[in-house]
DNA sequence: AACGTGATCGAAAACGTTTGCAATGGAGAG
DNA sequence: CTCTCCATTGCAAACGTTTTCGATCACGTT
């Protein structure tokens, strides 16, 4: 029954009461020092009004708002997985949830819109934020959390053990017998494609393969910006034998180049990807790939921001959360092992 | 580089520039009525102090915010897939879109939050909302639409063609051969729940199967609420050779209890459930099930709110949305099919 | 020289809330 | 009866912005 009209204020409650607005504020928040009978009086108004406080007045004048903040630049399905988990963490903690999202997808403000919507939550509308999308300089004037942060940023935040997950895939396929492996890097910039590198490199060199430069593709994350880097990797004589990609998005793109280009998988390329995203599962052949959980990763986050905001010190500020292989069809054995 | 301080206003820029609030403001909002040169400087003042206008305060004043609401009840996938339409709907169209959750999922507020925020929002802060959540009476000052309604309800809403839907599901199995199909109802208040079964019957009865009240099961949409039920449907002598769900979760119960029954779907059962929400595809077998597009319900409301904010009149505030039958190995004609 | 005109800009009110401070009143002490 | 004191309550300022209204000024017209 939507009712047009004004929305009701907290004048209107007074007028009602017959006290005044700070009367019926204290009421409102509960504030020592308002007579029993008054108190039933304002109450009696507020239900009889419906009367509900302003979120945008309250914290315009209060400095802290219980409203915390997440800014995403887009809601794939692991945004959704990371929201789930910010969620429960906040659960019956007292503090509310606002998402912000942006409009102009494609739009004329596309360059530093995270910036913006930052700079205007944290105004005054939220107590801290939790930022999803990748972004280098992030100034604000309260407390922020970063999942999957730019390297080098000491901003707070929180990221999967990329180091250990990209070593224990590689392990996977040394296991396996693969020894020509090659690896699409994701946008460089950020921590988590760096240390995913690094562990690729690192345990290729643990196990004495020399690193081969010509088996590096520089992606960025985006699907698409693997496909030409597959097509390449898979053109030369002596392509790999499997492709590990920085990211499922990548990977699935991999497997698709794969097939058009007639080769079987898992029998003439073994395919992996980071990420562990639903679709890894219900490809075909099922992507072997490395889970890191988004929904921990938005526990924490929210849990770190938390205990900022409240300014509970709680020691590291930045969390690292376990990675896990998760081994599908998408890997095998090489069809001949070279050298072994 | 979080660089913690107080924020910077508009008289900070003011100050700098050396104008008043006043002519900031007409910067900042394009407002004819500022000299060229005046607009260069409060231009590099606002670079230079990294200003950026808070949103609280500009609500506060203002009626009109172009900031759009969205409150949802939790973040299933579905409502994640309903997030991708609506701001794939609002992408360039100058609308922000603020997501609203509630931390008290469990706790004392659990009895009518939505009002509560929807309140809050439309207050000031939102010019209308979306309303994802089942809930019976909206008032709000502000346009809303609803997605799913409540039957009856007056409010603008978005849903899918659910009787159509229903009536697909059980002309393809009636097609297959069976003609004792069990059905497990939703929320009876819904109106989605309320056409499913309305094309259940209808479907029947057009074929002349006699309506059986044995075979109806009276749910809630919540997966739980269908276990007790399938285990009552199949637990009978004369058992249906079918059970159509109308939620793909409640229908995922009824293949887990079918299988703990001994039963093997689809040979001594079959199972229908309705949404096709990503789970259904893994389910083993494949649920067959209805495919309502989640992201064109969010797409279509937004549309739908956002004509309602700007006062463009568009005629319908009542949508509907084709649904499709998607079969999967979930459904087979009954081993013995009597009466064929 | 007086005046109208249009462009530019600042002062101040308003949005709905919270809160420091002061005012009011009644009760108890002297 | 007066004074003090505490509990209760209202007044008004403040949060950061937008917008109305009027002031100022330069300029061209009579």
Redesign the pocket.
């Known amino acids: 029954m939507a009712d047009v009209g004004?929305?009701v204020?907290?004048?209107?409650?007074?007028r009602v009461a017959?006290?005044?607005?700070?009367?019926?504020?204290?009421v409102?928040?509960g504030?020592?020092?308002?007579?029993?009978?008054?108190?039933a009086q304002v109450r009696s108004a507020i239900e009889q009004l419906g009367?509900?406080?302003?979120l945008?007045?309250?914290s315009?004048?209060?400095s802290r708002t219980n409203v915390l903040g997440l800014v995403a630049h887009s809601f794939q399905s692991y945004t959704a997985e990371v929201l789930k988990g910010v969620m429960q963490a906040l659960s019956r903690s007292g503090f509310d949830l606002i998402i912000y999202a942006n409009s102009d997808l494609y739009g004329t403000y596309a360059e530093g819109w995270e910036q913006r919507h930052l700079t205007r939550l944290s105004?005054?509308l939220t107590d801290g934020c939790i930022v999803v999308t990748p972004w280098d300089e992030v100034r604000s004037g309260t407390p922020v959390v970063v999942i999957d942060p730019v390297r080098g940023s000491t901003v707070p935040s929180v990221t999967a053990d990329n180091l250990a997950g990209a070593t224990s895939v590689v392990e996977h396929l040394l296991g396996l017998g693969h020894r020509r492996i090659g690896f699409i890097a994701g946008r460089s910039s950020l921590e988590s494609a760096w240390s995913r590198e690094e562990g690729y490199r690192k345990a290729l060199a643990a196990a004495g393969v020399p690193f081969d430069p010509a088996l590096i593709g520089r992606g960025d994350f985006n699907p698409e910006s693997a496909t030409p880097l597959a097509h390449a990797l898979l053109a030369g004589a002596d392509r790999p034998t499997a492709i590990f990609a920085a990211s499922d998005g990548m990977a699935l793109k991999v497997l698709e180049v794969a097939k058009g280009r007639g080769l079987s998988v898992p029998g003439d390329l073994s395919v992996v990807g980071f990420d562990n995203i639903p679709e890894s599962a219900l490809a075909e052949p099922g992507l072997t790939t490395v889970d890191q959980s988004m929904y921990r990763l938005g526990y924490e986050a929210a849990h770190l921001l938390k205990s900022l905001v409240t300014g509970e010190w709680e020691g590291h500020r930045r969390i690292e959360i376990p990675t896990r292989l998760v081994v599908r069809g998408s890997t095998a054995p090489p069809k001949s092992t070279p050298g072994l």
Do not use: F, H, K
Request: proline letters at 2%; charged letters at 15%; a positive charge.
């Open positions: 004004a929305p204020t907290m004048s209107d409650v007074a017959g006290v005044s607005t700070a009367t019926v504020s204290r409102v928040n504030r020592y020092g308002v007579s029993a009978s008054t108190i009367y509900e406080s302003s945008v007045a309250t315009l004048r209060r105004g005054t």
